[in-house]
């Protein structure tokens, strides 16, 4: 049986009823209880021309801070932060800096309708993605990363939401880091970049992070899911209506999504107004574009991408299938994991769908663990055969099927619905632990595993009826973090002639 908890991962019980306990990310990105944050902060950290926002709501965009933030003095630059709730702001002068944050403490400031928090950066600059960021380069052409992508991202997608900002060129979508595209306008493309950067395509997900490409002009061979250029003269003409004013870019969900999979109709999607970081009247109607789905793309077949993510740069003593499912099973559901034995520290993991490659891939390609890097891409396989089985080091098998287990998150639509993706982060969060456990036991469970001990503890208050506890743990790094949920998410332990297990991480 599976119970689940509003807001958090289900609580899984094992067919005998032994409780599991579950680590994840916190939710913020910033420990709510743990880290005491407080008007001092701002005389610990030498003054910097870039400053940290912090507080910021779910719809901000670049722009909304632009707007709040100007009056301070000229801006060079924005990061935004979204799943943190956070940016930092680059001004001009350092005279600039010191208004805004003097400005925060002695009364609120307001962005996008909600109070935000400044404090001096630690960085005298943000640091550019790209060297064609500066904005007196007059780059046309945008980057754009979609971060959480739990919907299809295509062409039609990304000119829905980026057409009405400036008329589009050509958009060439693909996945090297994640989903990425890049946006050609046929002039500079600031005021997009302003408008849609830290946007939700759709409420709760598919978050924008954009910045300026490399390249100045964008070289599109075909038109299809992947590319388009729509200065061809025989593209369909898109017609366009009315509709009403959501948050989000393109709504709660495609409106062609359902239980059963995407339909085959057209669906309506509210457009943003040319100006999106003006607060406009609650009475202002947003367009809506009406465009006919694909016949053959990834909607239907997922022909153009695969269910396979290939994972190398795995610490071969430490690494096995388990703690890879550990890992990859907070993006998606995993159905089977090989080892490659032809390729020392490299393993094939089969995932329920490919926009659960898609996730694992945006948040975990790239992270250290056990002092090794991993790349995680899209396989050109599209299924994981159970061939040339063989002993790891540590004497596990080098193939795993997962499809029957019940630690996966995603089994059903309702259950998928209640996971809150998240990249790795210092802070887990922890459910599902019988209250007798004590937080020095939990500690010498890290000691005994070998991986690294938390530096702050903290349990919430529970009902004197609940047989479970849940906290929160904080670590000196990400990478720590990481690591104690690779090795002991799922774990189970012996309690008082019990047993209870630990799950995952946000």
């Known amino acids: 049986a599976c119970r689940s908890v509003s807001g958090s ?13 579950t680590f994840q990310p916190n939710l913020t990105g910033v420990p709510p209880s743990l880290l005491q944050d407080n008007g001092e902060d701002a005389h610990r950290i030498a003054p910097s021309p870039v400053v940290h926002v912090r507080g910021l709501c779910e719809s901000v965009v670049e722009g909304d801070l632009v707007e709040a ?18 940016a930092l702001v680059e001004f001009e002068a350092m005279e600039s800096a010191d208004q805004c944050v003097t400005c925060g403490v002695n009364e609120a400031v307001y962005i996008a309708g909600q109070q935000a928090f400044f404090n001096y950066s630690t960085s005298k600059r943000i640091t550019r993605p790209t060297n064609a960021d500066d904005p007196s380069s007059g780059n046309k052409v945008l980057l754009l990363s979609i971060q959480n992508p739990l919907y299809p991202i295509t062409t039609d997608v990304l000119y829905t939401v980026c057409n009405p900002i400036g008329n589009v060129l050509r958009i060439v979508i693909f996945k090297r880091n994640g989903i990425q595209a890049m946006v050609e306008y046929p002039f500079w493309s600031q005021k997009a970049k302003s408008a849609l950067n830290g946007a939700d395509i759709y409420a709760g997900c598919c978050t924008l992070k ?39 870019i393109l709504g709660e969900h495609p409106s062609s999504y359902s239980d059963n999979g995407y339909g085959s109709h057209c669906p309506l999607l509210p457009l943003p107004s040319n100006n999106r970081y003006k607060r ?62 032809s390729v020392p520290g490299t393993a094939l993991v089969e995932m ?40 790891l080091e540590d004497g596990s098998s080098s193939y795993k099927d997962f499809a029957m287990t019940r630690n ?75 690591e104690v949920l690779t090795v002991l998410n799922h774990h189970q332990i012996r309690i008082p002639s019990k047993y209870c297990v630990l799950l995952q991480r946000e």
């Open 9 to 21: 991962p289900a609580f899984l019980w094992y067919p005998c009823g032994i409780p599991h306990l």
């Open 69 to 86: 933030l100007e009056k301070f003095g000229n801006i060079c630059y924005v990061m935004m932060m979204p799943f943190k709730r956070q």
């Open 210 to 248: 954009i910045e300026y490409a490399r390249p100045t002009r964008l070289n599109v061979l075909r038109n299809d899911n992947d590319s388009w250029d729509y200065t061809k003269p025989f593209l369909v003409r898109r017609e366009r209506g009315k509709g009403r004013q959501r948050q989000a």
């Open 280 to 341: 406009s009247s609650p009475h202002d109607a947003q367009e809506v574009v009406a465009y006919p789905l694909p016949q053959t793309s990834s909607y239907m077949g997922h022909a153009s991408s695969s269910s396979v993510a290939m994972v190398s740069g795995l610490h071969p003593a430490k690494m096995n299938c388990t703690r890879i499912f550990n890992l990859f099973c907070l993006y998606g559901n995993i159905e089977k994991v090989k080892f490659m034995k």
């Open 352 to 391: 329920g769908d490919e926009y659960a490659v898609d996730r694992a891939i945006t948040h975990l390609n790239s992270i250290k663990v056990f002092s090794k890097r991993l790349n995680v891409c899209v396989s050109k396989q599209h299924a994981v055969i159970p061939s040339q089985v063989f002993e």
């Open 408 to 482: 996966n998150r995603f089994s059903s639509v309702g259950q998928a619905s209640k996971n809150i993706i998240q990249p790795p982060a210092a802070v887990l969060h922890f459910y599902n632990v019988p209250p007798c456990i004590t937080e020095d036991e939990l500690q010498r469970l890290c000691t005994e595993h070998d991986v690294p001990g938390f530096i702050k503890f903290k349990v919430f208050d529970a009902k004197p009826s609940s047989k479970t506890i849940s906290g929160l743990f904080e670590f000196d790094n990400k990478t720590h973090a990481v």
